[in-house]
């Protein structure tokens, strides 16, 4: 899952398919290009503080990333095409269930608002994130 905009402060929603599921830290980037092409970045040691918890009446499909000024959906496949419409489908599922967005209302904002970034392309695994800045959304009138 390595994408070069999560950072301090971001909060990562992720997915928990299995009971007990346990959480692991890879390695970190100190710098890292979109796609991370060659298979690795500048590599470091971390120092990270973070805080785990579980919000069990949410389910994301894929995983999220959430900014103080975006929205993130990442689409993780063997394909780009496939991980393309997986970040999509996840946009679309988080604006209806969190927004309160209709059909319609997400059709036109993400018409409008997506920004896709490729965030993987180095090994079996494609990565594309959809991003969209929360200003846009709160734009959309009731």
């Excluded at 949410?58 to 689409?75: C, F, L, Q, S």
């Excluded at 993780?76 to 209709?102: C, H, I, P």
């Excluded at 392309?121 to 994130?129: E, P």
């Amino acid at each position: 899952m390595d994408f070069n905009e999560i950072g301090d402060g971001a909060t990562v929603y992720l997915p928990i398919s299995n009971p007990g599921a346990l959480l692991y830290l890879g390695d970190a980037h100190a710098v890292q290009g979109d796609g991370e092409l060659n298979g690795n970045a500048l590599e470091t040691s971390m120092d990270v503080e973070f805080t785990v918890d579980v919000i069990s009446d949410k389910r994301p499909p894929g995983p999220r990333v959430e900014t103080a000024d975006e929205i993130m959906t990442m689409g993780l496949s063997g394909s780009l095409d496939d991980a393309f419409r997986e970040a999509t489908s996840s946009m679309a599922e988080w604006l209806m269930a969190d927004y309160k967005l209709t059909a319609s209302e997400v059709g036109q904002v993400m018409g409008v608002a997506s920004q896709y970034r490729i965030s993987e392309v180095a090994d079996r695994n494609s990565g594309v994130v959809l991003k969209i800045r929360k200003s846009l959304v709160s734009r959309v009138e009731r």
